[in-house]
């Protein structure tokens, strides 16, 4: 389960800003999650929960926002928006995809006091 280190990265981070900002917690954290990011997002949930707490985002909301997955298409020149990374190109068939976003994760942002 991945999604336990990726939590732990993003307390990394909680703790870093706190420090930097002098907030003391966390009370919404949102998170955008490209579609082939290959996050289990009701597992990154339960991790989200185990990995908070003691620290500043203990109980915080956490919100999920997908992000498609975007790609260019060599055949017809245009970008598309791809529903799994080995579709072909919805416009034109061409399987001759670049692949430019949908398998990033970042926080969006966090509410904090």
């Given at each position: 389960?991945?999604?336990?280190?990726l939590?732990?990265?993003?307390?990394?981070?909680?703790?870093d800003?706190?420090r930097?900002?002098?907030?003391?917690r966390?009370?919404?954290?949102?998170?955008?999650?490209?579609?082939?990011?290959g996050?289990?997002?009701?597992?990154l949930?339960f991790?989200?929960?185990?990995?908070?707490?003691?620290?500043?985002?203990?109980?915080?909301?956490?919100?999920?926002?997908?992000?498609?997955?975007?790609?260019?298409?060599?055949?017809?020149?245009?970008?598309?928006?791809?529903?799994?990374?080995?579709?072909?190109?919805?416009?034109?068939?061409g399987?001759?995809?670049?692949?430019?976003?949908?398998?990033?994760m970042?926080?969006?942002?966090?509410?904090?006091?």
């Amino acid at each position: 389960m991945h999604e336990m280190s990726l939590c732990e990265g993003i307390r990394g981070i909680v703790e870093d800003q706190a420090r930097r900002h002098g907030f003391s917690r966390v009370t919404r954290m949102r998170l955008e999650i490209g579609r082939f990011a290959g996050v289990e997002k009701a597992a990154l949930s339960f991790a989200f929960d185990v990995v908070m707490r003691g620290s500043p985002a203990e109980g915080a909301v956490l919100e999920m926002i997908d992000l498609p997955g975007r790609a260019m298409c060599f055949d017809c020149a245009e970008q598309v928006e791809l529903d799994d990374r080995l579709s072909p190109c919805p416009l034109c068939g061409g399987g001759r995809l670049m692949p430019e976003t949908g398998d990033e994760m970042r926080i969006r942002d966090m509410e904090v006091i």
